[in-house]
């Protein structure tokens, strides 16, 4: 019998350049927003006053927000009794 040889195709890797490219222009998006955002911000909350830069409060309250959304969320999703 004569066999025939295999055709392979490769294929690129998952994710590989396409993800590297995102992560680069996010990587500058965030430096450009810091960068523009150094103020010093004076923030009241209850008893506490104190100052910090303007891209921290964003940055905290972002992870704040998605944080209470992932919370949120699983609540809604488990098993109802």
């Not at 392979?8 to 995102?22: E, K, S, T």
């Not at 303007?54 to 944080?67: D, T, Y």
Request: hydrophobic fraction near 60%; charge should be positive; glycine fraction near 8%.
């Amino acid at each position: 019998m004569d066999q025939q040889p295999q055709i392979q195709v490769q294929r690129a890797p998952r994710g590989g350049r396409g993800r590297l490219i995102v992560v680069a222009v996010l990587a500058v998006i965030v430096a450009i927003f810091i960068a523009q955002n150094r103020v010093g911000v004076k923030m009241n909350f209850l008893w506490l006053h104190f100052t910090w830069p303007a891209w921290l409060i964003i940055v905290l309250s972002l992870v704040i927000g998605v944080v209470a959304g992932l919370l949120i969320g699983a609540y809604a999703r488990r098993p109802k009794k």
